[in-house]
């Protein structure tokens, strides 16, 4: 069995940094893919950005486009997300993803196999 576990959530205010982190244990398997998802109160879950390990290439969500940044570690399924010029609308559960199969659609919840448990991220005004 593959667990993800996310780090690195907390509170902070409108403007600051924080830094997620997401690691695997258990069975091991190659990812072709990670990414970010969030889900605040009341919404939908929501893609925030995702890594393809072949060609290191990165895709975000308008939303946090020049202030998130994913980063990672493909050999050890690892992957972070930089969060800077922090909004109180970034405020929402954080998950991290791996896919195993590769995808164009890397901003699709159905493409990843495995789920992390979240991580909360409050931004106060």
């Known amino acids: 069995q593959v667990q993800l576990v996310e780090s690195g959530g907390g509170s902070v205010q409108a403007g600051g940094s924080l830094r997620l982190s997401c690691g695997a244990s258990g069975r091991t398997f190659s990812s072709s893919a990670m990414g970010w998802f969030r889900q605040a109160p009341g919404k939908e879950r929501e893609f925030v950005a995702a890594?393809?390990?072949?060609?290191?290439?990165?895709f975000y969500a308008d939303s946090v486009k020049g202030r998130f940044a994913i980063s990672g570690d493909n050999a050890k399924n690892t992957v972070y997300l930089q969060m800077n010029s922090l909004k109180p609308e970034d405020t929402a559960v954080y998950y991290c993803?791996?896919?195993?199969?590769?995808?164009?659609?890397?901003?699709?919840?159905?493409?990843?196999?495995?789920w992390g448990q979240g991580a909360q991220v409050i931004v106060s005004s």
């Open positions: 890594i393809r390990w072949s060609g290191g290439s990165t």
């Open positions: 993803a791996a896919g195993v199969r590769q995808s164009p659609r890397l901003w699709r919840d159905s493409v990843y196999d495995y």
